[in-house]
């Protein structure tokens, strides 16, 4: 230990001890200690990892909590909610949990929708947006981000290593014959950030529908470390990117938007305070298009998906047939 950080655990110790004895009260007593603990982790250099852990680790249980009341797998199989249940390993050993749902009434199927869910849920969340589109002739790929539902994996990388993910995911469908091109991408709020950053990276993807996505990850995980000042908080984001082995950059939704070859689509409530409506009029002028903007007066981020599942697959049906001829420079109502 440096003698400059001897001089403050000293100095720490002191300062707690006395204010033990002033604080008689055993909750003020309580509060008190985990303040200053706080305040000494940070400045001996432990504040750092701590607040990548918070950008990283995240409880998802009420996802995991959905996918148990669902029932296993096999039953939604012998129910016909779903046609497989497959485990994908990703390229640094995470295995990502995926349910398949083949197309209904047509002979061929009219390509196939990978559908992501949302930060701390699962792909419960979306089953019925699933089952919806299989109705309108897709192929329909549901699987659970890494460190959430039933996929392993311990961090969030708010999107970074999740696009990859998709990749394999669709590479390992498509090599069993339970997809088919061309692919599409469907995901709301984490999912739909990560469906635009997926959608940039894999040629083959031939449009993107995204719900309420945030433009960085680095942006929207703000409200995760609200002490910290703006050095430390890109300090926390780079000991983020090192332990869980990715480039915040990566995390960049927005340049991701500008880089897309294929149409999008985005919708989002304008009462949205999780993920402000600001975000998705961003993403909207970023990309080159074609592309449209469905905003909702009267949704917020927790609310927009009680438009139900019809109303998300009848608005999917336009992403195939949108042409950069269609208007694009004001927002659709």
Same mark, same amino acid.
């Given at each position: 230990?440096?003698?400059?950080?001897?001089? #403050?655990?000293?100095?720490?110790?002191?300062?707690?001890?006395?204010?033990?004895?002033?604080?008689?009260?055993?909750?003020? !007593?309580?509060?008190? &200690?985990?303040?200053?603990?706080?305040?000494?982790?940070?400045?001996?250099?432990?504040?750092?990892?701590?607040?990548?852990?918070?950008?990283?680790?995240?409880?998802? *249980?009420?996802?995991?909590?959905?996918?148990?009341?669902? @029932?296993?797998?096999?039953?939604? #199989?012998?129910? /016909?909610?779903?046609? $497989?249940?497959? %485990?994908?390993?990703?390229?640094?050993?995470?295995?990502?949990?995926?349910?398949?749902? %083949?197309?209904?009434?047509? $002979?061929?199927? !009219? &390509?196939?929708?990978?559908?992501?869910?949302?930060?701390?849920? *699962?792909?419960?969340?979306?089953?019925?947006? @699933?089952?919806?589109?299989?109705?309108?002739?897709?192929?329909?790929?549901?699987?659970?981000? %890494?460190?959430?539902?039933? *996929?392993?994996?311990?961090? #969030?990388?708010?999107?970074?290593?999740?696009?990859?993910?998709?990749?394999?995911?669709?590479?390992?469908?498509?090599?069993?014959?339970?997809?088919?091109?061309?692919?599409?991408?469907?995901?709301?709020?984490?999912? /739909?950030?990560?469906?635009?950053?997926? @959608?940039?990276?894999?040629?083959?993807?031939?449009? #993107?529908?995204?719900?309420?996505?945030?433009?960085?990850? %680095?942006?929207?995980? !703000?409200?995760?470390?609200?002490?910290?000042?703006?050095?430390?908080?890109?300090?926390?984001?780079?000991?983020?990117?090192?332990?869980? &082995?990715?480039?915040?950059?990566?995390?960049?939704?927005?340049?991701?938007?500008?880089?897309?070859?294929?149409?999008?689509?985005?919708?989002? /409530?304008?009462?949205?305070?999780?993920?402000?409506?600001?975000? /998705?009029?961003?993403?909207?002028?970023?990309?080159?298009?074609?592309?449209?903007?469905?905003?909702?007066?009267?949704? &917020?981020?927790?609310?927009?998906?009680?438009?139900?599942?019809?109303?998300?697959?009848?608005?999917?049906?336009?992403?195939?047939?949108?042409?950069?001829?269609?208007?694009?420079?004001?927002?659709? !109502?």
């Amino acid at each position: 230990m440096t003698t400059h950080k001897k001089i #403050v655990w000293r100095s720490a110790r002191f300062a707690t001890f006395s204010a033990y004895r002033f604080f008689r009260v055993k909750g003020l !007593r309580y509060i008190f &200690g985990v303040c200053l603990l706080t305040v000494v982790c940070g400045c001996t250099g432990c504040g750092k990892e701590h607040d990548a852990q918070k950008i990283l680790r995240h409880n998802t *249980s009420s996802g995991r909590i959905s996918l148990a009341l669902l @029932g296993k797998p096999e039953d939604l #199989v012998r129910k /016909g909610r779903i046609d $497989a249940h497959r %485990r994908v390993k990703a390229d640094d050993g995470v295995e990502i949990d995926v349910w398949v749902i %083949r197309h209904r009434g047509r $002979a061929k199927a !009219r &390509g196939t929708v990978v559908v992501l869910h949302g930060w701390l849920n *699962s792909k419960a969340q979306n089953l019925g947006v @699933g089952e919806a589109l299989a109705e309108k002739g897709f192929d329909v790929i549901l699987p659970d981000h %890494r460190a959430h539902g039933a *996929s392993t994996g311990q961090y #969030v990388t708010w999107g970074a290593k999740e696009s990859r993910d998709v990749i394999a995911v669709v590479d390992a469908m498509l090599a069993e014959k339970l997809s088919a091109e061309p692919i599409y991408v469907w995901g709301v709020s984490m999912g /739909g950030a990560t469906a635009i950053l997926y @959608g940039a990276l894999d040629p083959r993807c031939r449009g #993107v529908f995204a719900v309420a996505p945030y433009r960085d990850g %680095r942006e929207i995980t !703000r409200a995760l470390l609200p002490f910290d000042n703006e050095e430390a908080f890109q300090a926390a984001w780079r000991e983020a990117g090192r332990i869980a &082995g990715f480039d915040p950059a990566e995390t960049d939704v927005l340049a991701a938007a500008r880089k897309l070859q294929c149409p999008i689509i985005l919708v989002h /409530g304008m009462l949205d305070s999780i993920v402000p409506y600001e975000n /998705g009029k961003s993403l909207h002028a970023a990309a080159p298009g074609p592309k449209k903007l469905i905003s909702l007066p009267a949704a &917020g981020h927790s609310t927009i998906l009680l438009l139900g599942a019809n109303w998300f697959a009848e608005n999917f049906l336009q992403l195939p047939t949108l042409r950069a001829a269609a208007p694009a420079s004001a927002p659709a !109502r």
